[in-house]
């Protein structure tokens, strides 16, 4: 590689690394201050619908933006156009008042917000190729964490110093940079010849969504199906318990705000290690593994959660929280890197965009219903109960990937594990 060619690959790792960094910062950080704020005010169901309105805008048109991305051949152009629009998104929260108000513009939010990570992940997953896709997503991941892990920190920091509208104008700000480094990525895939008119967009989206039966093969590799509806439980436990851990953390456990801040930063801060990590164990030997033990993961996350509450001592409730963590941690690692890593093998290379986007869809259908569930059920019989239960959906998805699941990886298949269509 040549020094110009070093020099460029520099450039591209560092446009990526922000824009991934700051996309996780920005929603993390408007969410974990809206959830205190609200829940200053309301009930724990409430609460969970700041979850429950990101994620359904995630899951309607993360998809929606993955197959424009595909059909128009601009990923870069949905990629900024998106990033400006959420930023617009996020300004009327700095003068809006009202739980309906802020919910309404954190799904706004959502809605073009869900054009990055399809797009992104598509982008980042044809740069690795077969060979070294499980470390260009691990790295890419990595740097995710990073943001997660910064704003869960400040937003356990600014909470206590500042007004919400100067937190709202912070996470604009965030969010703007999220539009400036897109500028800077390169999509390696040619763009297509010709441009589609709107009606042509438009069907072409629509066969896509909701494809005829006979052109549902691609759903059938190796059980990508099952894949997606074990992320969907998985995520109903993960994201129906994260939606209601800050006011968890310190109306039950007892922490200052400060401290709930630091611990919801342990999981993404150790993310940053076991992406990395669990992208080269992807590589070697393969990605089946790593989803199995990253859906359990989840499940046993909740149950250490639950435990938490058992120590009379604040402190020893801090520390068993924080193991939480780590185990969640190392499982969203593990389950994400892995279930990236073989949505890239089986995608058919016309559908990368839009295959990473039902993967969000599924994702998002957990996060909509998860935290309604999970929160109802806090509402109604306490916590305990809701995460216990919760953490159910978890181990239900690990059994389902575990039989039905094929091995992705070509080393794999070299070795004589061949793909299969259910």
Excluded: C
């Excluded at 200053?40 to 169901?45: A, E, F, R, S």
């Excluded at 009606?199 to 072409?204: K, Q």
């Amino acid at each position: 590689m040549t020094a110009n060619e070093n020099r460029r690959e520099r450039i591209q790792r560092f446009a990526i690394g922000v824009a991934a960094a700051a996309n996780k910062g920005r929603a993390v950080l408007m969410g974990t201050a809206m959830a205190v704020y609200i829940g200053q005010v309301g009930t724990p169901l409430a609460v969970s619908l700041v979850f429950t309105v990101y994620w359904f805008g995630l899951m309607v048109f993360s998809p929606v933006a993955g197959a424009v991305a595909d059909v128009t051949g601009r990923r870069r152009a949905v990629l900024v156009g998106t990033a400006l629009l959420s930023t617009l998104a996020v300004l009327p929260l700095v003068v809006v008042d009202g739980v309906r108000e802020l919910l309404a513009f954190r799904g706004l939010f959502a809605v073009f917000a869900a054009g990055f990570l399809p797009v992104m992940l598509a982008i980042v997953s044809d740069r690795g190729g077969a060979e070294a896709r499980g470390q260009s997503l691990g790295f890419f991941n990595s740097t995710q964490a990073v943001g997660f892990t910064l704003a869960q920190f400040f937003a356990g920091v600014l909470l206590g110093l500042v007004a919400p509208w100067t937190l709202y104008l912070v996470v604009a700000a965030v969010s703007a940079s999220v539009a400036v480094a897109v500028v800077f990525v390169r999509d390696p895939t040619p763009p297509n010849a010709g441009s589609p008119t709107l009606a042509e967009l438009t069907a072409e989206v629509r066969t896509r969504l909701l494809p005829a039966r006979a052109d549902r093969d691609h759903l059938a590799n190796n059980g990508l199906k099952w894949l997606y509806v074990a992320v969907l439980l998985r995520n109903m436990t993960v994201l129906g318990t994260s939606s209601l851990l800050p006011i968890y953390l310190v109306g039950e456990i007892g922490v200052t705000e400060f401290v709930m801040g630091t611990l919801l930063a342990i999981n993404p801060a150790a993310q940053m290690l076991f992406m990395y990590l669990f992208g080269h164990v992807a590589d070697a030997s393969g990605r089946k593994p790593l989803i199995v033990y990253g859906m359990a993961g989840a499940g046993v996350h909740a149950l250490i959660v639950t435990a938490a509450v058992v120590p009379a001592s604040v402190p020893v409730r801090a520390v068993v929280v924080a193991a939480s963590f780590l185990v969640l941690a190392a499982a969203y690692s593990s389950e994400t890197t892995g279930t990236y890593a073989f949505i890239g093998d089986v995608s058919p290379e016309e559908r990368g965009s839009e295959l990473m986007g039902l993967h969000s869809t599924a994702r998002g259908l957990g996060g909509v219903v998860g935290p309604v569930v999970v929160g109802g059920l806090a509402t109604l019989f306490g916590y305990e109960v809701a995460f216990v239960s919760g953490s159910l959906l978890a181990f239900a998805a690990t059994a389902l990937v575990a039989r039905s699941l094929v091995e992705s990886y070509p080393t794999a298949r070299r070795r004589g594990h061949v793909p299969v269509e259910d």
